[in-house]
């Protein structure tokens, strides 16, 4: 029976980590979120980060605007945010609405202000190795395989899908880790064949309970990224119950990625304000 890795255990520590580390600085971080129409999933999301930010003492906005706004007002909004010597970190809540150009507004982000990790600038940061702020699911994955003494070094890992919010970053950070990474998405040829070869399985595919027993090698770690609602459920990319009896690691869905991605954004909002009024770190 695998390991549970418990992200919600562990993002609870990471939270108070936060909190005491903002009381001692002196600083008074504050993140700007932005929400673009009515999505429900997206309403919610935006709250749950509220709700982090309060609990770790870090100031927070958010700015609402409706499903038909255009890329230029979107765009105007966040430029009004950079400006803002108030703000820190600025989140745009994805996906945006399909008449919104979801990159050239992430492209409107300032970098040093860029806590979700996803503007090209810090993107290629994180590729060359010399990452400043790392997109907030895949960096929470790596801290939480850290808090159970996984260590990627030469460890042959397989990533299951290639965006560039979890799929691509992912696959950059097992390999600033020392790990051996292989990337799979939906052109590839006998996907279990190449997903049994894994020391480390990350599976965010977007497809519930895709991945099953027979495409996990015994003993591996299993990362399970997806958020799929199934008859009123929450449940993940992998098929939980029958993986984690070949698994020697698994995280569950809910309670494994989703709080560590929380955590992560918490950390990044500080370092950001950090950053901002100290300088980078030497």
Do not use: W
Not at 16 to 31: A, F, I, K, N, Q
Not at 185 to 210: C, I
Not at 247 to 264: E, F, H, Q, R, Y
């Amino acid at each position: 029976m695998a390991t549970v890795l418990d992200g919600k255990a562990v993002s609870e520590r990471r939270l108070e980590l936060v909190r005491d580390t903002v009381d001692e600085s002196g600083l008074h971080p504050r993140l700007a979120t932005v929400l673009v129409g009515d999505d429900p999933g997206s309403a919610l999301y935006v709250r749950m980060k509220h709700r982090a930010c309060e609990r770790v003492h870090i100031g927070s906005i958010n700015v609402t605007l409706a499903g038909d706004a255009t890329t230029a007002q979107v765009a105007e909004t966040v430029q009004r945010l950079n400006e803002d010597p108030e703000i820190n970190g600025i989140l745009v809540q994805l996906p945006l609405p399909p008449g919104v150009d979801q990159e050239a507004v992430i492209g409107a982000v300032s970098p040093v202000k860029d806590v979700d990790g996803f503007h090209p600038c810090n993107l290629g940061r994180l590729f060359s190795g010399r990452p400043r702020f790392s997109p907030c699911t895949p960096a929470g994955i790596m801290t939480l395989l850290a808090e159970y003494g996984i260590d990627p070094t030469g460890r042959h890992a397989v990533v299951i899908g290639r965006s560039i919010d979890v799929g691509r970053p992912m696959a950059a950070l097992l390999l600033n880790a020392d790990a051996t990474v292989t990337v799979c998405h939906s052109r590839t040829r006998d996907l279990a064949a190449v997903t049994r070869e894994a020391d480390l399985l990350v599976a965010a595919v977007g497809r519930p309970r895709f991945v099953t027993a027979g495409m996990v090698r015994e003993g591996a770690v299993v990362i399970d990224v997806g958020t799929n609602r199934v008859d009123g459920r929450l449940v993940g990319d992998v098929d939980f119950e029958a993986v984690r009896e070949r698994a020697g690691a698994i995280t569950p869905v809910p309670g494994g990625v989703g709080p560590m991605t929380i955590a992560t954004l918490m950390e990044n909002t500080f370092a950001a304000a950090r950053r901002q009024v100290c300088g980078p770190a030497p």
